[in-house]
C-alpha cells in the first residue's frame, strides 16, 4: 500500500529562515527559486530526470552559470511557466 505525495510545493518560510543557508527540505526534494519575485517551490528530485526540467536547467546555467544569487537553484523563467511545465511531470 502506497500513498502519493504532490508532486510541487510551494514552501514558506519565513524571514529568519530564508537567511538561514540551511532551510529544511524532506529528503528526497530539492528547493528552487522562480520568477522575478524569486518564490521558492519545494520539487521531488525525481524531476531532474524529466527532459522538460532538463531544458530549465540548462536555461538556468546559460543565464547564471553555477553562481545562483540566492544560494539555491534559480530557475530563469516565470511562475506561470514553471507551474505548467511541472504540471506534466506528476
Do not use: W
Amino acid at each position: 500500500m502506497g500513498f502519493r505525495l504532490p508532486g510541487i510545493r510551494e514552501a514558506s518560510f519565513s524571514a529568519n529562515q530564508a537567511s538561514s543557508k540551511a532551510v529544511d527540505v524532506e529528503k528526497g526534494y530539492l528547493a528552487v527559486y522562480v520568477g522575478e519575485k524569486m518564490r521558492r517551490f519545494v520539487i521531488p528530485i525525481s524531476y531532474l530526470n524529466k527532459p522538460s526540467f532538463q531544458d530549465l536547467l540548462s536555461q538556468a546555467e546559460e543565464e547564471f552559470g553555477y553562481h545562483h544569487p540566492n544560494g539555491g537553484l534559480t530557475i530563469p523563467c516565470s511562475e506561470d511557466v514553471f507551474q505548467h511545465i511541472t504540471s506534466f511531470l506528476n
